[in-house]
């Protein structure tokens, strides 16, 4: 009789859990990347807040992103009970065509406040960060840019304080996990991102839809230890050619028509001009580095019917990263990732499921000591809508030799929590 009622109390929850998240399906779109910029297609997506502005050219988008996570094995030191870190994002769109009849001209400015305990240094002791979120306690206007389409949007110039992962090295099928090193190679130093973007200038060519071309000098200064995601443009106009950051990156893509699977492939070319110290104690004037990106669309699902969005599809891809870097410098000296993604595989337009493993190779330089040659990290997470914009991810992450010191294997667990309104 009570192994009865327990499976009926347990039919109901599962009941009303599915009624709930049908609802929610019903009332709103869910987007993978929670940003008002759409990094693929180079425009302002869904705004969430006061949407009736959408048409007014005015965009509007609040995060609010909780992590929970539970350093609960190896690294430098465990804990019983998980660390909590979180971060309060707020961005504002402006189209120029719909406010001021003004063709091509988008602004965008995004706010950030976080507050975070020292997961990697104090207790995992990882290299390349076990959470994509984990940074120093900061307020900043992240990003303030002005960008310019110009000859049909084949030409596009983007000038201001830019997070420059949405531009380059970007991966789709890598968006979803946690690692750091999925959204920011290890190998470019002074890649100017989160926590740490910087003000600078991104010329974009378009001459088939097949190739993007893209070219950019940024404010380097974050490679000498400089905090340029809390600063202005003063670092760029004061002698940049000290800690000029060179970012190119040249974009093939393939399979682009309807019902085929796409692909792409991405190369890039960086060039740092500063000073920066070797582990010989001396100093190496210049470095530079060379990065690669492919995804591929194994398997997508078609539509069934005029009204049901991209968004909504299932899908499933492969990804491939790689880097290499000047080894006198760079703590790592090489990495390689890989991952596989698949989109929508229960809730209509909203879950993902996400594979991924993440190496960094650490230099042999004369003067460098790593008692281990690599960190290798495996991870396994899922993200799913609960309850209107409120989404929840559970995430797994192994972490093989942390940080190259000889330290034992390390497991995290984490949950991240994301509201946008």
Request: hydrophobic share 40%.
């Given at each position: 009789?009570?192994?009865?009622?327990?499976?009926?109390?347990?039919?109901?929850?599962?009941?009303?859990?599915?009624?709930?998240?049908?609802?929610?399906?019903?009332?709103?779109?869910?987007?993978?990347?929670?940003?008002?910029?759409?990094?693929?297609?180079?425009?302002?997506?869904?705004?969430?807040?006061?949407?009736?502005?959408?048409?007014?050219?005015?965009?509007?988008?609040?995060?609010?992103?909780?992590?929970?996570?539970?350093?609960?094995?190896?690294?430098?030191?465990?804990?019983?009970?998980?660390?909590?870190?979180?971060?309060?994002?707020?961005?504002?769109?402006?189209?120029?065509?719909?406010?001021?009849?003004?063709?091509?001209?988008?602004?965008?400015?995004?706010?950030?406040?976080?507050?975070?305990?020292?997961?990697?240094?104090?207790?995992?002791?990882?290299?390349?960060?076990?959470?994509?979120?984990?940074?120093?306690?900061?307020?900043?206007?992240?990003?303030?840019?002005?960008?310019?389409?110009?000859?049909?949007?084949?030409?596009?110039?983007?000038?201001?304080?830019?997070?420059?992962?949405?531009?380059?090295?970007?991966?789709?099928?890598?968006?979803?996990?946690?690692?750091?090193?999925?959204?920011q190679n290890p190998t470019i130093l002074g890649f100017p991102t989160y926590p740490n973007s910087a003000v600078g200038v991104i010329a974009q060519y378009f001459p088939f839809k097949w190739l993007d071309l893209k070219v950019s000098i940024f404010d380097g200064a974050s490679?000498?230890?400089?905090?340029?995601?809390?600063?202005?443009?003063?670092?760029?106009?004061?002698?940049?050619?000290?800690?000029?950051?060179?970012?190119?990156?040249?974009?093939?893509?393939?399979?682009?028509?309807?019902?085929?699977?796409?692909?792409?492939?991405?190369?890039?070319?960086?060039?740092?001009?500063?000073?920066?110290?070797?582990?010989?104690?001396?100093?190496?004037?210049?470095?530079?580095?060379?990065?690669?990106?492919?995804?591929?669309?194994?398997?997508?699902?078609?539509?069934?019917?005029?009204?049901?969005?991209?968004?909504?599809?299932?899908?499933?891809?492969?990804?491939?990263?790689?880097?290499?870097?000047?080894?006198?410098?760079?703590?790592?000296?090489?990495?390689?990732?890989?991952?596989?993604?698949?989109?929508?595989?229960?809730?209509?337009?909203?879950?993902?499921?996400?594979?991924?493993?993440?190496?960094?190779?650490?230099?042999?330089?004369?003067?460098?000591?790593?008692?281990?040659?690599?960190?290798?990290?495996?991870?396994?997470?899922?993200?799913?809508?609960?309850?209107?914009?409120?989404?929840?991810?559970?995430?797994?992450?192994?972490?093989?030799?942390?940080?190259?010191?000889?330290?034992?294997?390390?497991?995290?667990?984490?949950?991240?929590?994301?509201?946008?309104?």
């Amino acid at each position: 009789m009570k192994r009865r009622v327990l499976f009926l109390k347990i039919k109901f929850l599962l009941t009303l859990y599915l009624a709930l998240n049908q609802f929610a399906l019903e009332s709103v779109s869910f987007e993978y990347e929670d940003s008002l910029w759409n990094p693929q297609t180079n425009i302002f997506g869904y705004s969430y807040l006061k949407p009736h502005l959408y048409d007014r050219g005015v965009y509007i988008l609040a995060n609010g992103i909780f992590d929970f996570n539970w350093p609960a094995k190896g690294g430098i030191k465990t804990r019983n009970f998980p660390l909590n870190q979180y971060l309060i994002d707020v961005q504002l769109g402006l189209e120029s065509e719909k406010l001021v009849c003004y063709k091509g001209g988008r602004f965008f400015c995004n706010f950030l406040y976080h507050q975070s305990d020292s997961l990697s240094s104090k207790y995992v002791g990882d290299f390349q960060g076990v959470d994509n979120l984990n940074a120093p306690n900061l307020v900043q206007l992240a990003q303030l840019w002005y960008q310019q389409k110009l000859f049909k949007q084949q030409l596009i110039f983007q000038i201001g304080k830019i997070d420059s992962y949405v531009i380059f090295n970007y991966v789709g099928y890598a968006q979803t996990l946690l690692n750091n090193s999925f959204s920011q190679n290890p190998t470019i130093l002074g890649f100017p991102t989160y926590p740490n973007s910087a003000v600078g200038v991104i010329a974009q060519y378009f001459p088939f839809k097949w190739l993007d071309l893209k070219v950019s000098i940024f404010d380097g200064a974050s490679a000498l230890g400089v905090q340029t995601g809390n600063q202005g443009a003063k670092g760029f106009f004061n002698n940049l050619g000290k800690h000029a950051l060179l970012l190119n990156e040249i974009d093939f893509k393939w399979g682009q028509l309807k019902d085929v699977c796409p692909g792409a492939i991405g190369i890039g070319i960086w060039g740092l001009t500063a000073t920066l110290p070797n582990f010989s104690e001396g100093t190496l004037k210049g470095t530079a580095g060379v990065y690669l990106m492919v995804t591929q669309t194994l398997w997508k699902e078609r539509a069934f019917s005029k009204k049901q969005s991209q968004n909504q599809l299932r899908d499933i891809g492969v990804f491939g990263q790689w880097g290499i870097c000047n080894k006198e410098v760079n703590v790592g000296r090489q990495y390689l990732g890989f991952g596989a993604t698949a989109y929508n595989l229960y809730f209509c337009g909203g879950d993902a499921l996400s594979v991924g493993m993440a190496t960094a190779l650490f230099t042999n330089a004369k003067g460098a000591s790593y008692p281990d040659n690599f960190e290798m990290s495996l991870e396994a997470t899922y993200k799913f809508p609960l309850l209107n914009e409120l989404t929840i991810q559970p995430d797994f992450q192994y972490v093989i030799h942390p940080g190259g010191a000889g330290l034992p294997n390390a497991i995290v667990v984490s949950l991240r929590l994301m509201a946008s309104i």
